[in-house]
Each structure stands twice: as C-alpha cells, then as structure tokens.
C-alpha cells in the first residue's frame, strides 16, 4: 500500500501549482494566447502541458505549507507577476491598435465597424487589418513559441519564493503605457501626415471654388488618398512592428529589478 506524508503532497502541490499559476495568468492576458478563439479549457490545457514540461528543469521550491498564510501570498505572486508579464506584452498590440484607429479616424472610417475575432466585439476596420496583419507578422517569426521561452525562463530569473522585486519594477510597468501611445502616434504618422496635407489642400480648394461642393467630393478624395498612403506604407510598416515586437519581448522580463 503506498502511502503518501503531507510534507510530500504539499511538495507535489508547490511543485506544479505555483507555476501553473504564473503561466495561466499570463495566458490570459499575453496575446495571441488571449484571442477569444483560444477558449478557457484549451488555455487550461495549455497551460497544464507548459507547467508539466517545464517543471523539471525548474529551480528546488520551497518547503512550504500552501494553504498558510506564506503560501497564499506567493499565490498572489505569482498572479501578479504573470499578468503583469503578459501586460507588458499587450502594450505592443494596443500600440498598434491606437495607430490603427488614429488612421481610421482621418480616413474617416471611424463608423465603418466589423466583428472582431480578436476581442469578440465590434471594431473598425482599418485597425482590425493592420491588427491581424501584425498577429500574422508575429505568428511568422514564432514569436509565441519565443514568448513560451521566455515565460520558462522567468522562473530562473524570478524564483517562486526566493527572490524579492524591487517596488520601481511596478511603476516601470506602469510608466510603460507610454508605449502605447508614442508608438501608435509612430505607425500612423506618414498616413496622418499625408492625410493632413489632403484636408488642407481641399479646405484651400473650398476657398478658391466655393461652387464646388467640398462636402460631397472630400469625404471620396480622403478615403481614396488614405488607403494610397496605407497601401504603400504597407511596404515599410514591418520594420516597425518587428522593433515593437522585440521591445515586447525585451520587457517581459527586463522591467523586473530584482533586490539585494
């Protein structure tokens, strides 16, 4: 008959559990693993593969009793730091988004709405484009199967227990939601500009010609100008998305400071 001490199942539980709790977390927020397609139990499922894969090469846990009081706060530990890891890597894909939008809103497609397979609901189009195009982008260098690297990776640098994260680690994660906003206005800048220079260009012509009726011919000539500037920024909108990506992947881990 075999039978099992407390102090052994309580080291099969922290073995396997605290982990488990650091890659679900982050699952459920790091794209593409966040896609609504991608439903809870294949993200639980996926989550169990990663946990039992990786916890053999994983540091020793430590000895303790998982329902104590020491426990449930590594519990909360490791919550946070997988969202906040998976946070750091949606910052990339809301940039993009934003630089999508901006580019919708001068288009003057901002109402031209379509469902969203990504977030479930309703979306615009342009943004939903360059959005799956920069998924596609990210798919085709295997940046999930880099990212699933990485997420093994912190628990050598980010021990279960044993290391403690200095309090400016937080706020460096916080701080980086400029990130959304300095990239996104950088993607949509050669549309917008030229975007810009065609609403100036037809307010000057309203003023020269006021026969000509502006309304009904600007809203054509915008949309015809903006998906020209899209079509050929096409060609060199890659290289920026490649550098979002690698700051992505870069500050999964690299906002963490451990102290001591």
Do not use: C
């Not at 988004?97 to 901006?102: E, I, R």
């Not at 009904?216 to 903006?226: K, N, P």
């Not at 500037?229 to 963490?256: H, K, R, W």
Request: net charge neutral; glycine share 8%; no cysteine.
């Amino acid at each position: 008959m075999i039978t099992l001490t407390t102090a052994e199942i309580n080291a099969w539980i922290v073995a396997y559990f605290y982990p488990l709790t650091r890659i679900l977390a982050f699952l459920a927020v790091a794209p593409p693993f966040n896609n609504v397609g991608m439903t809870r139990r294949v993200r639980l499922l996926a989550g169990l593969i990663f946990t039992i894969a990786i916890s053999p090469t994983l540091p020793k846990m430590p000895p303790i009793d998982p329902a104590s009081g020491q426990g449930l706060l590594i519990f909360a530990w490791q919550l946070a730091i997988g969202f906040a890891m998976g946070f750091s890597l949606r910052l990339v894909f809301s940039a993009i988004d934003l630089g999508g939008t901006m580019i919708s809103n001068q288009m003057g497609l901002g109402f031209a709405t379509s469902y969203d397979p990504q977030s479930g609901s309703q979306t615009a189009v342009i943004p939903e484009f360059i959005g799956m195009l920069a998924l596609l982008i990210f798919l085709a260098i295997n940046g999930h199967l880099m990212v699933i690297a990485t997420l093994a990776k912190s628990f050598d640098l980010l021990p279960v227990a044993s290391s403690v994260i200095e309090k400016t680690s937080w706020s460096n994660i916080a701080n980086a939601g400029g990130v959304i906003f300095s990239s996104g206005v950088l993607i949509a800048l050669p549309i917008v500009i030229a975007l810009l220079i065609t609403n100036i260009a037809i307010g000057i012509l309203g003023r020269v010609a006021p026969q000509l009726n502006i309304i009904a011919i600007g809203f054509a000539i915008t949309m015809l100008v903006g998906f020209a500037a899209l079509l050929v920024a096409m060609t060199y909108m890659s290289a920026p998305i490649l550098q979002l990506f690698d700051f992505g992947l870069e500050s999964i881990l690299g906002y963490f400071v451990i102290a001591g």
